[in-house]
């Protein structure tokens, strides 16, 4: 009797075990697809986060949300709306603390207990002082079961635009790097030379697509003439900000930006002393002149100021692509968040423009200021990813 009672009470411990297990792995799988949701939204949101949600009620997905262009409606009140009566005694996953605060629209918490959800699983909490634990207290408070922490990680690093301009008042910054198997961005001259394969472009055209904005020197614009727009079919309306720093305001009329400055926006961040009527000619062509500091201690722009300028007209996700000058600059003020650094088999030559406006790549690959996330290849070229430490 005794051993069978023993017996009954393990079997039902390994049972507990094996549910939570299982419990476990499907919330898991359920706020994986409420991350995915998210990043639908990336460059589109405006300053409000990128956020994804998923209803669930008896293991069935009853409604999906994701916040929606130009930041609302909110990616919650979406599952919600598609989910109608089935949202009662639903679990809600999602990316982002719900929020708790009077904005342009009512707080999603009030939705979310008004809908009758009995539990929320949450992957991190809003920094944002507004709602800063305020919207899972006001869900706690309604007798909602609230859990936190689930794929904070992966939260947190798809969330980083909203973080870093609410904590640091600036945007998340990615650089991006392609450079030949010799360690150069361009040929001789600055003359521009094909690097990486179809394949690794269209990645960074998605990369575009999911920035707010993206940034080039004058530099860059002068040699290459490009248009920054993404080139993905059916994607042109999600080309990013073009942002150009031109301390002098050199940027000719006749360039493909200003051209395109009244369909695709075009930012030129200058000097507070470059000429007014230079800023005046090309504002009337569509482009709009930014003024902000130039650096104390080196010749140009400063940084730190051109990036709270940006995050104070809304980027939350910036993409730095050079030239050389410009990743130097943003690598040797250890700036860049996250590098995409893309390798080509292909060497360009001796005379070739260095990466990194002279320095080694060492600077980046063998810095204890960065470690690498993941390594990939992508057709005929290998892409290495690297978080700030």
Not at 62 to 88: F, I, K, S
């Amino acid at each position: 009797m005794i051993f069978r009672i023993l017996e009954e009470q393990v079997g039902q411990k390994l049972a507990a075990e094996k549910a939570a297990k299982a419990g476990e792995s499907s919330d898991r799988r359920f706020m994986q697809l409420a991350l995915a949701l998210g990043r639908r939204g990336q460059g589109r949101t405006g300053t409000n986060p990128a956020v994804g949600a998923v209803l669930v009620k008896d293991g069935i997905i009853v409604g999906r949300g994701w916040t929606q262009d130009g930041g609302r409606p909110h990616a919650e009140v979406e599952a919600l709306r598609r989910a109608g009566d089935a949202a009662r005694g639903a679990t809600l996953y999602v990316t982002l603390e719900p929020c708790s605060h009077h904005g342009r629209s009512p707080p999603c918490a009030d939705a979310i207990i008004a809908a009758g959800v009995a539990r929320v699983v949450s992957a991190i909490e809003d920094p944002n002082p507004l709602v800063g634990g305020q919207g899972h207290a006001r869900l706690r408070a309604s007798g909602i079961a609230v859990e936190t922490g689930l794929c904070a990680e992966e939260a947190a690093r798809d969330h980083a635009g909203h973080l870093h301009r609410i904590r640091d008042h600036r945007p998340h910054v990615t650089l991006k790097l392609a450079v030949s198997a010799d360690g150069k961005i361009a040929a001789a001259g600055h003359k521009p030379v094909a690097i990486t394969g179809e394949a690794a472009n269209a990645r960074t055209h998605l990369l575009r697509a999911r920035s707010d904005a993206v940034l080039v020197g004058i530099g860059t614009v002068l040699a290459d003439d490009p248009a920054l727009t993404c080139r993905l079919p059916g994607m042109a309306a999600q080309s990013p900000i073009r942002v150009v720093l031109d301390r002098s305001l050199r940027i000719p009329t006749t360039s493909k930006l200003v051209h395109s400055a009244r369909t695709t926006p075009l930012w030129l961040m200058a000097s507070e002393i470059a000429e007014a009527a230079t800023a005046a000619r090309l504002g009337a062509a569509g482009a709009e002149v930014v003024h902000v500091a130039d650096c104390a201690d080196a010749p140009g722009l400063d940084l730190p100021a051109v990036l709270r300028a940006l995050s104070d007209k809304g980027v939350t996700r910036l993409l730095v692509e050079g030239g050389a000058r410009v990743a130097a600059a943003f690598v040797n003020r250890r700036l860049a968040d996250e590098i995409w650094l893309w390798h080509s088999q292909t060497p360009i030559g001796a005379d070739g423009v260095d990466a990194l406006d002279g320095q080694a790549l060492t600077a980046i690959t063998d810095s204890p200021h960065w470690r690498v996330r993941s390594t990939d290849r992508v057709g005929a070229d290998r892409l290495t990813i690297y978080d700030s430490n």
